[in-house]
Structure formats: structure tokens, C-alpha cells
Nanobody, 114 residues
Framework: VQLQASGGGLVQAGGSLRLSCAVS????????MGWYRQAVGKERELVAG??????NYADSVLGRFTISRDNARNTVYLQMNSLKPEDTAVYYC??????????WGQGTLVTVSS
């Protein structure tokens, strides 16, 4: 199983980025997908997740980030608006299949300058 994430980069505070993550090689149906992030010196945290028709967000990104999913393409997106320097981190996509196996992407770096 491969998760290919893209879309990270350097952006000024207040700007926007859109992350994408395409899943390939998975045999079972994907039950949930999400985005996590890990800043330097901090633990990995959930940013946003989607399962079925439901979504959930970390309080710190609520109202600024939007997660969406294209089931036909096994792809999950994260639209990030009004970015802040504290959003700087490596962002990882995650997919969980119906057997509760978890798969991770390689991470994409998002840097927000002040």
C-alpha cells in the first residue's frame, strides 16, 4: 500500500495551501482517512479526519481547514486557509481499511512564515 502526499511548501501567514494524498495498492475498502501533523519537538497530532459522511477537526484548525475525499480516486485532500506560523509542521496522511489496518504517507512539509 502506498500513500503519496503532495502539496506542501512555503507560504506566508494568511495564505493557503492544498494537500493531496492518493492511496494505491490497498485491497480492502478504506474506512477512514485523515491528516496528522508533527511539528519539531512535538508529538504527532490529528488535524482532520473523515469517515463515511462525517468529519472531525482539531480545535486549532476548525474554520480554517477543510478535509475532503474522492472515494473513486482513493484520494483525500486538505484545504488549508488562513495559515499561521504555528501550522508549520510535517503533514502526514493516513488511511485505515475495514480491517483496522493503518497506513501512512511519507509526509509533506508545510512552512508558514510570519
Amino acid at each position: 500500500v502506498q500513500l503519496q502526499a503532495s502539496g506542501g511548501g512555503l507560504v506566508q501567514a494568511g495564505g493557503s495551501l492544498r494537500l493531496s494524498c492518493a492511496v494505491s495498492g490497498i485491497r480492502r475498502r478504506i474506512a477512514a482517512m485523515g491528516w496528522y501533523r508533527q511539528a519539531v519537538g512535538k508529538e504527532r497530532e490529528l488535524v482532520a479526519g473523515t469517515s463515511g459522511s462525517s468529519t472531525n477537526y482539531a480545535d486549532s484548525v476548525l474554520g480554517r481547514f477543510t478535509i475532503s475525499r474522492d472515494n473513486a480516486r482513493n484520494t483525500v485532500y486538505l484545504q488549508m486557509n488562513s495559515l499561521k506560523p504555528e501550522d508549520t509542521a510535517v503533514y502526514y496522511c493516513n488511511a485505515r481499511d475495514t480491517s483496522w489496518s493503518n497506513f501512512w504517507g511519507q509526509g509533506t512539509l508545510v512552512t508558514v512564515s510570519s
